[in-house]
């Protein structure tokens, strides 16, 4: 089985300032690692994805994740926060294909801008 | 392209009561997925269909919850005498398939209120 941590439950950054969210899986096998982003009351929308490419993940808004099998970590960092980033942000792994083992989310990050 | 969309948007219904939850993924998804995001309890997987058929259904958190897929389109999220700890926001995803590596798009949401 797999399972994902996100390290922060809130993180609270000054506009203009870089953005670091943490996130560390665990998998028996190879996985795929997304990050989401829910606006309030939005659906989820995907940022980025690593599927065994490149481990440096370039996502959309700014935002970019690195996969570190050594630190099975799965970090998502953006150079300069703008007010429109404040969201909730969740790390997801994919394991299987489909079923019950297949996607796991982490309890989410809770990204707080300040002016 | 038209997205993932559910119906309703919101439900508030009496407690005992059965609701139909309702998903139109994306034209030619094969792969669908029904999720439950509850506060303090994250976003949890509940099942995934493969075309018409669910291999897996140990997600749904009791027998009062069953979903089908007719014409490997539409999909129904089924609660039977709902109960309070029911309510949540029921989210539908689709992808072009179960595999690992496919994006995951998810609809708006079912906002579920059990009185």
């Known amino acids: 089985a797999q399972s994902v941590t996100q390290l922060d439950s809130h993180v609270s950054v000054s506009e203009g300032t870089p953005v670091l969210l943490r996130c560390n899986y665990s998998?028996?096998?190879?996985?795929?690692l997304f990050w989401y982003v829910q606006h309030p009351n939005k659906g989820l929308q995907l940022l980025l994805k690593?599927?065994?490419?490149?481990?440096l993940v370039k996502g959309i808004n700014g935002f970019e994740a690195e996969f570190k099998k050594s630190e099975t970590s799965f970090h998502l960092t953006k150079p300069s926060a703008h007010m429109s980033d404040a969201a909730e942000y969740f790390c997801?792994?994919?394991?299987?294909?489909?079923?019950?083992?297949?996607?796991?989310f982490g309890k989410g990050t809770h990204l707080i801008i300040q002016p | 392209g038209a997205g993932v969309s559910q119906s309703p948007s919101n439900k508030v219904t009496e407690k005992g009561k059965d609701v139909e939850l309702r998903c139109d993924p994306i034209?030619?998804?094969?792969?669908l997925y029904w999720y439950r995001q509850s506060l303090g309890q994250g976003l949890e997987f509940l099942i995934y269909?493969?075309?018409?058929?669910?291999?897996?259904k140990s997600g749904l958190p009791s027998d009062r919850f069953s979903a089908e897929r007719t014409g490997g389109s539409v999909s129904t999220l089924t609660i039977q005498r709902t109960q309070q700890e029911d309510s949540a926001v029921y989210l539908c995803?689709?992808?072009?398939?179960?595999?690992?590596?496919?994006?995951?798009?998810f609809g708006p949401g079912t906002r579920l209120t059990v009185l």
């Open positions: 995803a689709s992808s072009r398939s179960p595999l690992r590596t496919d994006t995951q798009y």
């Open positions: 998998s028996s096998y190879s996985p795929s």
């Open positions: 690593y599927t065994s490419a490149a481990t």
């Open positions: 997801v792994v994919s394991v299987a294909g489909g079923g019950a083992d297949g996607l796991t």
């Open positions: 034209s030619g998804h094969t792969a």
């Open positions: 269909f493969q075309g018409n058929s669910a291999p897996d």
